[in-house]
């Protein structure tokens, strides 16, 4: 089995890139499948809301991926939950912002770091998530460069499509420079139902993104923040919650697609209203050429 490796990324902060990649790798482990999480953000939030005191850690993503001895699997530390036996974790810390500096120093391709330690770990995992910065810095772009899938959160607030854009036109970029085809996928967060501005971001991340939104929407839910200040996977947590079947959804449309290139179609509420019926259904890369000038302007007029 060769492990799917999927970045969660948006350098926006507060779109729910750590409560999507820690609650979906805990959905997926809870379903037996053998998940590594790393945390490549220098605040460590993610083991924060694992229960990990990341501060006083000495081996970190940073060892990961500076230290060229270092391996993801001897990194990697259990969790206590029976239900996510299978989860491991790579946490980070402060020091992790170090990191950037020390690639330089330390390799000719410093971007291509990471994806030289995935190599290895991706044969001792089902899947590999990684949980980025809200930057689009080389932290960011290790991860872009060793991942077969790119999810994008993306929160409810009209700066929210702007910077997607911004995020989407990079990924283009990398597609033309490397000649890497991957996934991206739009993933809406913090959704209110019957709330305008969640339905416009909605529509706006459809014109965008099109087919490659996931039809999953996860609702914003206030067991999200009590299960972080709890230090506890919301399934775990609160596992009725409204957010944790929506992560339950999300991870069904993920295994669904798994190996599939085509993203199944979205449902009918989501069908981009602005897209022609005869549109071919495009390739990934395509998905983000549609992110391009011709794409700008959705959304905001509204
Ligand atoms: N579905 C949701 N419902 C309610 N609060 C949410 C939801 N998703 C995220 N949040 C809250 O939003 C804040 C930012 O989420 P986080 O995952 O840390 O964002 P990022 O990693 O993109 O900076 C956190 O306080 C989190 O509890
Ligand atoms: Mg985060």
């Known amino acids: 089995m060769h492990a799917r490796v999927i970045a969660v990324a948006n350098q926006k902060g507060g779109v729910g890139k750590t409560v999507t990649s820690l609650n979906l790798a805990a959905c997926l482990a809870a379903r037996g ?12 939030h993610c083991g924060v809301g694992l229960g990990i005191d990341t501060e006083t850690l000495t081996r970190t993503s940073y060892e990961l991926l500076v230290d060229r001895n270092a391996t ?9 939950w029976e239900p996510l036996q299978t989860l491991r974790f790579v946490p980070a810390n402060l020091q992790l912002s170090l990191a950037e500096r020390e690639l330089e120093q330390r390799y000719a391709l410093p971007n291509l770091a990471l994806a030289g330690k995935l190599k290895a770990a991706r044969k001792d995992f089902d899947d ?7 930057a689009l810095s080389k ?3 290790n991860a872009f460069l060793s991942c077969d899938c790119v999810i994008i959160p993306v ?8 910077g997607v854009r911004m995020l989407a036109e990079t990924l283009k970029d990398i597609f033309e420079e490397t000649g890497l085809d ?10 209110r139902t019957g709330q305008t501005v969640s339905r416009e971001v909605r529509k706006a991340a459809d014109e965008l993104f099109g087919d490659f939104c996931f039809a999953t929407v996860i609702r914003e839910c206030a067991d999200v923040e009590k299960s972080i200040g709890s230090q506890t996977p919301l399934q775990v947590w609160a596992p009725q919650s409204p957010a944790a079947q929506d992560y ?24 981009p209203p602005a897209r022609e019926a005869s549109a071919p259904v495009a390739p990934v890369a395509g998905a983000v050429e549609l992110a391009g000038p011709a794409g700008a302007g959705a959304g905001h007029d509204a």
Do not use: M, W
Not at 128 to 134: H, K, S, Y
Not at 155 to 162: L, P, T
């Open 33 to 44: 499948r053998r998940v590594l999480l790393i945390d490549l953000d220098p605040q460590g």
């Open 182 to 191: 991957y996934d991206v996928r739009c993933l809406i967060t913090r959704y």
């Open 155 to 162: 929160g409810v607030g009209f700066f929210s499509i702007h």
């Open 72 to 80: 993801a699997a001897e990194l990697a530390v259990a969790l206590p």
């Open 139 to 141: 932290l960011t772009l």
């Open 128 to 134: 590999i998530l990684i949980d980025c910065p809200p």
């Open 248 to 271: 339950r959804a999300l991870t069904d449309e993920l295994l669904e697609s798994l190996g599939n290139k085509v993203p199944r179609a979205v449902s009918a509420d989501t069908t």
